[in-house]
């Protein structure tokens, strides 16, 4: 009995059995099953597009598509999910919405011109400000930096709960941090 091996194949077997074996792999790689690896290869390029476009996120499985079959794109991409993870970190950091709409301003701005990635920078920072504009913490940031100073300093007077005063009696002071009124209470030692 003889074993079958791919070397024992003619060349039009192996070529066979290798599209068959890539349709394969493409499929459970990237999820989409097609005829042929050209039409299944377009589906996803159209769908990373359309993404890349609307300012989505892509997954790491798109990513590697991109990096393995269009590695311009890949380059790409790449960039604009940098800016994305750079914004999003800066508007978490924000402490007022002033603030929030001077950082999109600014990365606004650094869009250039002539960047061949500029329609996909431009989607994922109105994506990006468009989800977080969602999230409770942008809805609970004070609307000035003004109001954000007076919110900290307020929240740093109510933190000094308790100071000593030391001399014949020591003295505990304390805020009550609502009426923020200082109560004196009277301990010996």
């Known amino acids: 009995m003889n074993k079958i091996t791919y070397n024992n194949l003619?060349?039009?077997q192996q070529k066979n059995?290798?599209?068959?074996?890539?349709?394969i792999k493409f499929k459970i790689n990237f999820g989409i099953d097609a005829e042929?690896?050209?039409s299944a290869r377009t589906k996803l390029e159209a769908k990373i597009?359309?993404?890349?476009?609307?300012?989505?996120?892509?997954?790491?499985?798109?990513?590697?598509?991109?990096?393995?079959?269009?590695?311009?794109?890949?380059m790409k991409a790449v960039r604009v999910e940098q800016?994305?993870?750079?914004l999003?970190?800066?508007?978490?950091?924000?402490?007022?919405?002033?603030?929030?709409?001077?950082?999109?301003h600014a990365s606004?701005?650094?869009?250039?011109?002539?960047?061949?990635?500029k329609q996909y920078v431009v989607a994922a920072i109105q994506e990006t400000v468009k989800e977080f504009k969602e999230t409770e913490q942008y809805k609970?940031?004070?609307?000035?930096?003004?109001?954000?100073?007076?919110?900290?300093?307020?929240?740093?007077?109510?933190?000094?709960?308790?100071?000593?005063?030391?001399?014949?009696?020591?003295?505990q002071m304390a805020y009550i941090k609502e009426e923020a009124v200082l109560q004196n209470f009277h301990m010996v030692v």
């Open 83 to 86: 800016k994305r993870k750079s």
């Open 49 to 74: 597009f359309a993404k890349l476009e609307s300012g989505k996120s892509l997954t790491q499985k798109e990513m590697q598509y991109l990096r393995q079959y269009n590695p311009a794109l890949y």
């Open 108 to 117: 606004m701005a650094s869009v250039k011109e002539n960047d061949p990635a």
């Open 140 to 171: 609970k940031l004070p609307k000035t930096e003004e109001q954000a100073e007076k919110k900290e300093n307020k929240e740093k007077k109510n933190a000094e709960s308790l100071v000593y005063e030391q001399g014949e009696q020591s003295y």
């Open 17 to 23: 059995l290798k599209e068959a074996f890539d349709k």
């Open 88 to 104: 999003e970190h800066q508007l978490k950091n924000a402490d007022s919405k002033e603030e929030v709409q001077d950082i999109v």
């Open 36 to 38: 042929d690896e050209e």
């Open 10 to 12: 003619s060349t039009e």
